[in-house]
């Protein structure tokens, strides 16, 4: 066995320039939700695991991370079960906790618990880490950070707007256009489900519809069919998918399943919205009644969002409505909707179509050389007034040779370094010199200052 260390299958470290533009993501995303009013909030990392449990249908609960009990609580695992091969019964038994598998579940324990700290509807972000036991592969992690935000406590389909327009408001802010906003509605395929017969497996057909991106029309037309929807019904919702508008496929699905007892909600909020949003200028907003939307909780309008189509990788946000979920919990009619931005996917396509501006590529603006202790104690004053006027400045801490220390400005693609010789310091002067071009000018230091320095 290697002693190598490295770190877990599906997570990651990340270097200073990858946090960097992290970082640079996370603040367009978090300006665009406090501009919509959303307040911030954090929850833990761990969970209660019945709380998380059941929440995510059977595919998503087996991802759950389950975190082992200690101390005197693994007197309580059920050795029986583990003797009769019933593994999972007797996982549970010794794991009380679980690892957070999104951000939604806990804002709904979140929200019942302190309900009489919160003024409703409640307005939350939150940019936190999950993870999910998932197998890795190419943007798909353990351990990956979300970027949410909800709203708890309205129904009012202003809202599922108001999402639509800050998703492109987001895209607008990272320059990356092209993507594309899948909308649907949960309750449409609910009834579709019902009108082909197979209302008692409902959750059987969201879970096959929502592998369609990932086998295909043709498998999933097969799984439908052994789910009992008749041809006749699978051949007309494949119509309304044939080069159709938005509200020429809404017309299409309303007339195949038109019955008095199919409610009409669906075909009302998606009506409004295609004629609402008016003009997005980053995303294609189509009505695609395939998406699912795997988890349960999903009562109403849903959506996704995809990468651009040059890039090879699959949704980079999604969300919905959900009306029931802070009812499991004891707080009875309190609608939700939410929005998930996957942080992580959305570097990946950033890096991959080199969106990144390049000045976040500089975490350093002046880089001091240091020859000598004396020198650098006489620079200190002005270094402190260039950090004041909220510059960053890299002091190199020890004296070497000045080749290895602009080796090192160049690495960290810092733009300017300053340089004290003994002449230099005699004279109470310094050099700036411009890494980029190579141009450099003596400054007295009682002229040093940032205006000074950027026009070498």
């Not at 990932?214 to 999933?220: A, N």
């Not at 141009?439 to 026009?455: E, F, P, T, Y």
């Amino acid at each position: 066995m290697s002693n190598k260390p490295n770190t877990p299958k599906g997570m990651r470290d990340f270097l200073p320039h990858e946090v960097i533009r992290r970082n640079y993501i996370m603040d367009v995303i978090k300006t665009q939700f406090e501009r919509y009013g959303f307040l911030p909030i954090e929850t833990p990392s761990m969970e209660r695991r019945d709380l998380l449990l059941g929440k995510y249908g059977d595919e998503g609960d087996r991802l759950v991370f389950k975190v082992l009990n200690s101390g005197e609580k693994v007197k309580k695992a059920d050795v029986d079960a583990l003797e009769m091969g019933e593994l999972s019964r007797f996982g549970n038994s010794i794991a009380e906790k679980a690892m957070r598998y999104d951000l939604t579940v806990p804002l709904a324990r979140f929200v019942v618990q302190h309900q009489n700290e919160l003024s409703f509807p409640f307005k939350r972000y939150q940019m936190q880490p999950v993870w999910r036991a998932d197998r890795p592969q190419h943007g798909r992690f353990q351990e990956f950070m979300q970027c949410d935000a909800d709203s708890i406590g309205s129904d009012s389909i202003l809202l599922e707007l108001e999402f639509i327009q800050m998703i492109d408001a987001v895209f607008s802010g990272l320059n990356l256009k092209g993507c594309t906003l899948r909308v649907n509605h949960r309750k449409l395929l609910e009834a579709i489900s019902r009108k082909s017969g197979a209302e008692d497996q409902t959750a059987t057909f969201l879970t096959r519809l929502d592998k369609l991106d990932k086998v295909g029309w043709d498998e999933v037309q097969q799984l439908l069919a052994q789910a009992g929807f008749d041809n006749l019904t699978i051949n007309t919702i494949q119509e309304a998918l044939q080069g159709k508008s938005n509200a020429d496929q809404l017309e299409i699905l309303q007339q195949l399943i038109a019955d008095d007892s199919i409610d009409s909600t669906p075909f009302v909020d998606l009506n409004f919205l295609f004629s609402n949003m008016g003009k997005m200028s980053s995303l294609d907003v189509v009505f695609d009644w395939t998406l699912a939307r795997g988890l349960d909780y999903y009562t109403g309008t849903i959506f996704e969002i995809s990468a651009p189509k040059s890039v090879s990788l699959g949704s980079i946000g999604a969300g919905g409505r959900y009306d029931n979920l802070t009812g499991v919990f004891g707080m009875k009619g309190m609608s939700g909707i939410g929005i998930s931005f996957g942080l992580d996917r959305i570097e990946l396509v950033l890096s991959e179509l080199d969106l990144f501006p390049p000045e976040i590529h500089t975490s350093i603006d002046l880089f001091v050389v240091h020859f000598k202790m004396e020198m650098m104690t006489a620079l200190l004053p002005y270094i402190n007034e260039l950090r004041r006027s909220g510059k960053r400045v890299y002091v190199y801490p020890t004296a070497a040779r000045l080749k290895k220390q602009l080796g090192m400005a160049n690495q960290l693609n810092t733009p300017f370094a300053l340089i004290m010789g003994e002449d230099e310091w005699e004279e109470k002067k310094c050099i700036i010199k411009n890494l980029n071009t190579g141009n450099q000018k003596a400054v007295q230091l009682k002229n040093l200052n940032w205006d000074i320095i950027q026009i070498c």
